[in-house]
């Protein structure tokens, strides 16, 4: 019984260094080459530079409360949308405080951006994605916010639609999720057309 044991505890010994070796330098030495030479920008946080300086990354959320912006989604982790939070309220659909805190959002939603109480409201204007992060509203949240943004800027709507259009991303394959808006990149272009 011993021999087999300490039979066995010599070859794992053994492979140890081998697999330490492969497994800790040589492959993720061999993914950070095929990430930097097949998908540079990606692997590098997908960063947004605007006048020569990084301003911010098209993956997270940043927060905009000017009216002359278009707003992100609300986030679970905080007002700074802070990466570090990143993560849900883990509150579910029964939850007292969510309903409290999703219906003050839709108030919030129409009195800023003057919209009637009959307008529907996204779901996605009032309620926080799973990581509290993302960095896209729905198409129909932008154009609802137009109107807000263009009177701030003193644009034409219709202006300020066809940029919304411009920035509108289809669905993944052409069958997944819905169209969607970066915001980031959306209110860097309206800087850039001042």
């Not at 939850?95 to 307008?119: C, F, G, M, P, Q």
């Not at 999720?177 to 850039?192: A, F, I, P, S, T």
């Amino acid at each position: 019984m011993w021999k087999i044991i300490i039979n066995e505890l010599r070859i794992s010994m053994a492979v140890l260094p081998g697999l330490a070796v492969l497994l800790c330098c040589i492959y993720p030495a061999l993914i950070w080459i095929v990430a930097q030479s097949v998908f540079p920008e990606q692997a590098n946080g997908s960063m947004v530079k605007s006048g020569g300086r990084i301003v911010g990354s098209a993956l997270i959320a940043q927060n905009f409360v000017n009216p002359a912006y278009f707003h992100p989604r609300p986030s679970s982790a905080g007002e700074e949308y802070n990466a570090a939070n990143s993560g849900g309220s883990n509150l579910g659909p029964t939850s007292r405080k969510l309903i409290e805190t999703v219906a003050a959002r839709i108030n919030d939603y129409r009195s800023e951006n003057n919209l009637d109480a009959n307008t529907p409201v996204p779901a996605d204007a009032v309620t926080a994605s799973a990581c509290g992060l993302d960095p896209h509203i729905s198409l129909q949240n932008a154009l609802l916010q137009a109107r807000r943004v263009a009177a701030s800027r003193g644009i034409t709507e219709d202006d300020l639609r066809k940029m919304i259009a411009a920035h509108t991303e289809g669905r993944d394959l052409g069958i997944l999720g819905e169209k969607r808006v970066n915001v980031l990149l959306l209110n860097l272009d309206l800087d850039k057309r001042k």
